[in-house]
């Protein structure tokens, strides 16, 4: 018996493609459209991407001595090559940014569409637009800053050629110190381009400004500084390795009487993960072998612990000459990564006629969807990568802003695996929802040249 209350079977989902917006095209935006269509053989990806260009962080944030990373990009290549996606460039979705208030580089501006209008548009859509903001520093935030204090994400983007940030002409003349602030890997980052030299430089893709610009760099010596000790650095060893083996460069260890208290006995602790336990080694080896830095033109890196920086000293031109630091003190066993610090009363002043702010990124929450994130606002409440309905999330905006590419790559293809699973597959999704709970049996037949379904 044919049944007037079957739903039109044309309007199924599961009879037409399922569309998909994806918002961001770094790693996790190009691996989930991968991974969908991949999955779903008929799924239409539009990615919408604020910047001109895609790829995100694999192009503006990878550092340019580090190719083999960007290796990820023919992979997504090979997915916009699909005719069944579409890159929308220079469209921002969601509110303002610093391109929309014109802080960004004159003349570059991207349209801006509300994400309610997509989402009225598409069967699912995908937030994957990372973090795109500097968590701040109380330091930076009690004093006006001098000049020659700058944002890493900021330096990182200039160097790289992001849009954003080529008005920045960072100043690396003032003098033979920098200080980077932050004890994670885009600290590393920015001590080795600074170090690295011409040499290294010239055949790398960063932007021939750089490159002329660090050219005419004076500085020497590049002192990377942490709030806490080792066993609780961000940073990974083969990053720290490069840095410490950088031709031409020596590594000045810290203080024993630092170092000292907090290496001890790190071998008897099962607690260490091995990477841990490597760096820690590492560092007693560079320790022991206790490198003389005579000859100060030559240039130097050094790692720092138990320092947070206070305030920045300006000279009469509001110009940073100096970082005063808290000393800190590791409130618990210092062998595990998650003891906290304390300032112990002294103060420490470290020269530096450049600092990098380098202790994370942020995330900026979407007009309309404010309730969605955590209380610190850097990644969206979720499961399984959804936010809602017809909502998800991937990569730096769902996880939080850590984490290198593979990781995104994991964490995106869960969240294309939910749209899959999840979204809104009409006759299907009833099914689904209800299953056993109503008593129904369904047959699928060929009538001319349209699917109908039969309730009997
Ligand atoms: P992103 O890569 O940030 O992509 C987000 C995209 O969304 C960007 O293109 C952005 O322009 C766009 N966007 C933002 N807002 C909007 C909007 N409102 N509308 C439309 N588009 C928007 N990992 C490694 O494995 N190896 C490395 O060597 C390495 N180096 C790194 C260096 C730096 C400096 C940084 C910060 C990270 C590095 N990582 C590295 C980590 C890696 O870059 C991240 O894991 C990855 O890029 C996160 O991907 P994502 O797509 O979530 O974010
Ligand atoms: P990160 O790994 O989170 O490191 C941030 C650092 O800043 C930590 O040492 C943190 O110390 C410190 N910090 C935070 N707030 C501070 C404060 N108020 N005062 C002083 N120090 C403070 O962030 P990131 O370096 O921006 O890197 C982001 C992600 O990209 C990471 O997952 C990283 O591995 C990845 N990445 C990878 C590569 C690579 O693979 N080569 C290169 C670059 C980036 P506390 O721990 O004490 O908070």
Known sequence: MWSSEVPAPMTSRALRPLSVAIIGSGPAGFYTAYRLMDRLPDAMVDMYEKLPVPFGLSRFGVAPDHPEVKNCQDKFDEVAASTRFRFIGNTMVGGASSFANGSGTPGFKPNVVPLQVVRGNYDAVVLAYGAESDKTLAAAATTTTPTGVMSARAFVGWYNGHPEFQHLEPDLTAGEHAVVVGHGNVALDVARVLL??????????????????????????????????????????KEVRELMTLPGVTYVPPPADVLAPLLDRFQDKTALSRSQKRLLQLLQKKQQEQQQHDDHRRPSFSLDFLLSPSQFIADADNHVQAVEFDRMHLDGDPVNKHTSARPTGQILQVPAAAVFVSVGYQT?????????????????????????????????????????????????????????????????????????????????RELGKSHMLAVL
């Open 196 to 237: 690295a030299g011409m040499v290294t430089l010239r055949h790398t893709d960063i932007t021939d400004r750089a490159l002329s610009v660090l050219a005419t760099s004076t500085i020497r010596n590049v002192r990377v500084v942490g709030r806490r000790g080792p066993a609780q650095a961000a940073f990974t060893n």
């Open 364 to 444: 900026q929450p979407l007009a309309g969807i404010e309730h969605a994130y955590n209380s610190s606002g850097n990644r969206l409440f979720h499961d399984l990568g959804k936010v809602g309905s017809g909502l998800y999330a991937a990569g730096w905006i769902k996880r939080g802003p850590i984490g290198v590419i593979a990781e995104t790559m994991y964490d995106a293809f869960e969240t294309a695996d939910t749209v899959n699973d999840n979204d809104r597959r009409g006759w299907d999704g009833v099914q689904a929802t209800l299953g056993s709970a109503l008593n129904w049996h369904v047959a699928e």
